[in-house]
Structure formats: structure tokens, C-alpha cells
């Protein structure tokens, strides 16, 4: 059986199933409302609450595979909450190839569930140091949202400039939370790259230093990376 809830004034869905799910409850419950939500919001946020009683025939776990394949890209985070080890394992295996976040939670942790879904994960400051030259630094872990929200206020600082420096603040990072927030970072990068002529990286990272030396023989990009104590050095070199 499969219940769902679709929260008011909300992109955020929850859904439970119990006993034995069936290719009827998708086709009459799950994908219908998933569809609706999609029909008022770019992006939904789903939590999904397994009852210690769940079990799948073929039908259902056809359903639910054809589900994820139709519609993954339509959401932005999925918690899933449940003490069902082949679930829990389940979810482990393929949770690092989705194009959203998603995170187990145990049932007595579905508050934090929802307040993963609430809030955002982490930030992107943007700054502008001197003209021609921009400081964005990012900040916790990044979302898709998080890209989409500040695209805009990027395009407005460089929307008049032939090209410009950028200083890459990358102290405080964590990395992404899913496929999708790579490639929208990927996204940014390759809108801007053509007007890019300098780019310092301040990081504290073993991976953001091999990150740079690639970035730079791929890209051809003039750019140096400073470790995160020498940030004023960062600064005045990217201004120069």
C-alpha cells in the first residue's frame, strides 16, 4: 500500500509504504500525485517512509524503477526514511549515481529527515573584489537549488565585462550532494569560461590542489592554487 501527502504551500511530498506494494498502488496513487506536483513546481523534495512490514511483488518493483527513471530529474532532494536493512542497502548502492541528494534516515530521526528537506544544504557568496574581478566562495555542501538561485546574480556581474578574474574561495566547501549539482556546477563553469582569463583556488584539500592542476590543462586557464592561510596572497595574486 502506498499513502502520500502532498504538504500545502509545498514542494515537498511525503509517501509511505506498507505490506505489499503492488503496480496498482503506483499507477493509482504515487505516480499520479507525483505527476500533479511536478505540473505546480519545477522541483520537488520527497520523503519516503518504509514500514517494517513492506515487501514488493515484480510489479511493484517494475513500477518503482520505471517511476525513478521518468521522473529522477524532477526531484531535488529524497530522504528516505526506514530500519529495513535490504532497503537501507538498496538505497546505499545507488544513491551515489541519482542527480539528486539523497539520505537515509532511521524512524527516529524523520524530524532531521524533514529539516534536510527544509533547508538548504549550504551557500554561494559572491563579492566583487575590484572591477574585472570576482570572489565566489562556496560554502557547506551544494545543491542543484543552490545553482539555480544564484545563476542570475552571477550573470549580473558579468553581464558588461569582456572577461574578468575570478578568486575561487573553496575554505569552507563540502563538496555536492548528487549528480546533479556536478553538472550544474559543470554548467556554470562552461557559460563563463570563454570571458575567464585567471582564476586563484584557496582551498584546504588534497583534491581541490589536483582539481586545479587538471582544471588547468584541460581549460588552459591561467590559475594557482593557495592553501587556505595564504588567502591575501590568492588575493593579490589574482588581482595583478
Not at 50 to 60: A, I, P, R, T, V
Not at 110 to 120: F, G, H, I
Not at 128 to 155: C, Q, T
Request: net charge negative; aromatic share 8%.
Amino acid at each position: 500500500m502506498i499513502q502520500l501527502e502532498n504538504l500545502k504551500d509545498s514542494n515537498q511530498l511525503e509517501v509511505t509504504l506498507s505490506g505489499k506494494v503492488i503496480a496498482h498502488d503506483y499507477e493509482t496513487v504515487l505516480t499520479p500525485g507525483i505527476v500533479e506536483a511536478l505540473c505546480e513546481h519545477d522541483y520537488i523534495r520527497l520523503l519516503v517512509g518504509c514500514e517494517d512490514d513492506l515487501s514488493y511483488d515484480f510489479g511493484g518493483a517494475w513500477s518503482d524503477l520505471k517511476l525513478g527513471l521518468s521522473h529522477w530529474h524532477g526531484f531535488d532532494r529524497v530522504a528516505v526514511v526506514t530500519q529495513l536493512g535490504w532497503v537501507r542497502a538498496t538505497v546505499s548502492v545507488i544513491a551515489p549515481f541519482t542527480p539528486c541528494p539523497v539520505r537515509i534516515f532511521d524512524p527516529s530521526k524523520q524530524e532531521d529527515a524533514r529539516r534536510w528537506l527544509r533547508e538548504s544544504l549550504g551557500s554561494i557568496h559572491i563579492q566583487e573584489l575590484s572591477p574585472g574581478v570576482l570572489h565566489i566562495g562556496l560554502m557547506g555542501k551544494l545543491d542543484p537549488e543552490i545553482y539555480r538561485n544564484k545563476d542570475e546574480d552571477i550573470n549580473s556581474h558579468l553581464k558588461d565585462l569582456d572577461h574578468f578574474n575570478l578568486l575561487l574561495d573553496l575554505r569552507e566547501f563540502q563538496g555536492w550532494e548528487g549528480l546533479s549539482s556536478v553538472s550544474a556546477h559543470l554548467s556554470l563553469i562552461r557559460e563563463h569560461s570563454a570571458k575567464l582569463r585567471k582564476v586563484s583556488i584557496v582551498g584546504n584539500s588534497s583534491w581541490q590542489k589536483m582539481a586545479e592542476r587538471f582544471g588547468k590543462r584541460i581549460g588552459g586557464v591561467d590559475s594557482q592554487f593557495f592553501d587556505g592561510d595564504h588567502f591575501d596572497d590568492a588575493v593579490e595574486w589574482v588581482k595583478e
